[in-house]
């Protein structure tokens, strides 16, 4: 089960705080360091000193790490011109020496547009589905030869397709509840599949679906990584985890309930429980980004124990 830090920047960061928690993440052995991608903050937080990108990140923190991995759950297509992201990905990727992931998602938080003058369109599916199309398009085009794409939403002609990544293939993150769209876009562009917030019997569910959706595809299920994403409060004592949960403005019940919260013990034993599920991989949305110490309980008692 591989272990990866996911933060959440809007909630008030800045680029220091996220270089600090990605060395963190670095140092304590951790797989990957992944952000959300939001321009505004979201529930009863100030927020400040205000957003950071998501791609200007992940291009700071490629030149300031070695090993893990970094990328985004999720970018919103609503945010980005699909032929300028694919320029940008492959551009971290080149700066990270091929160390970055795409999670790409349809954008969903109106607010957030309206605020920064962003167009959020009606139909936001079949943008997402075209972005994919056109950025393993691009990704996909031999260096020579050129690209050209003719959809409802976005038309290409004659594009060179560069730059390319460093990787050979940048892996490409698909995510949602939905129940039959989701799992059909996944079935065809999703290196990984990733269950936001869900219960084990929700993720079960969800990666049925999925599994069948590349099957029909003509895909071998077990191509796809399944994985999960849970906000994470681990605590030694009962003690650490009340405060560690009030720290995140969170109750324990709650938090054990909808996420990984407890002793390690406690938090390792539900672990075991998605994996027997089938997924592969747990994103810890880390709340509080000043807490390194909560970083390092993780990866000593909890990471450990995972094999």
């Known amino acids: 089960m591989d272990l990866r830090i996911f933060t959440e920047p809007q909630q008030g960061a800045t680029y220091d705080t996220l270089l600090t928690v ?3 993440t670095e140092d304590l052995g951790f797989d990957a360091f992944f952000r959300s991608d939001h321009y505004l903050k979201m529930g009863d937080v100030d ?5 950071t990108d998501a791609w200007i990140t992940l291009a700071g923190l490629a030149r300031e790490t070695s090993r893990i991995r970094l990328g985004t759950l999720m ?6 011109l699909p032929g300028v992201l694919a320029i940008q990905v492959a551009q971290v990727d080149q700066m990270s020496g091929g160390r970055v992931e795409l999670g790409l998602g349809a954008g969903w938080f109106e607010e957030e547009h309206t605020a920064y003058g962003i167009p959020f369109p009606k139909e936001k599916f079949g943008r997402l589905e075209e972005q994919l199309e056109i950025v393993t ?3 996909g085009t031999d260096t020579g030869k050129t690209f050209d794409f003719q959809g409802e939403y976005y038309e290409l002609k004659d594009s060179p397709a560069l730059p390319k990544p460093a990787q050979e293939k ?3 993150l698909i995510g949602g509840h939905g129940a039959s769209r989701t799992p059909r876009l996944a079935a065809r562009f999703a290196d990984e599949f990733n269950m936001p917030f869900g219960s084990i019997e929700d993720s079960e569910r969800q990666f049925g679906r999925v599994r069948a959706a590349a099957e029909e595809a003509g895909r071998p299920a077990d191509a796809i ?3 999960n994403v ?3 409060c681990v605590g030694k004592d009962d ?3 009340a405060r560690r949960a009030a720290a995140i403005g969170r109750e324990v019940d709650e938090l054990k309930r909808n996420g990984l919260a407890g002793t390690p013990a406690e938090v390792v034993d539900k672990i075991g429980r998605y994996a027997e599920i089938g997924s592969r991989r747990i994103y810890l949305q880390t709340l509080d980004l000043h807490d390194l110490d909560h970083l390092e309980l993780i990866s000593t008692q909890v990471q450990s124990q995972l094999s």
Request: proline residues 10%; positive net charge.
């Open 22 to 24: 990605a060395k963190a």
């Open 47 to 51: 927020g400040l000193p205000g957003p």
């Open 75 to 80: 970018t919103a297509a609503t945010f980005r």
């Open 137 to 139: 398009g691009l990704w």
């Open 170 to 172: 940048i892996p490409v």
């Open 225 to 227: 990584t399944y994985s």
């Open 230 to 232: 849970l906000v994470v």
């Open 239 to 241: 003690q650490e985890v």
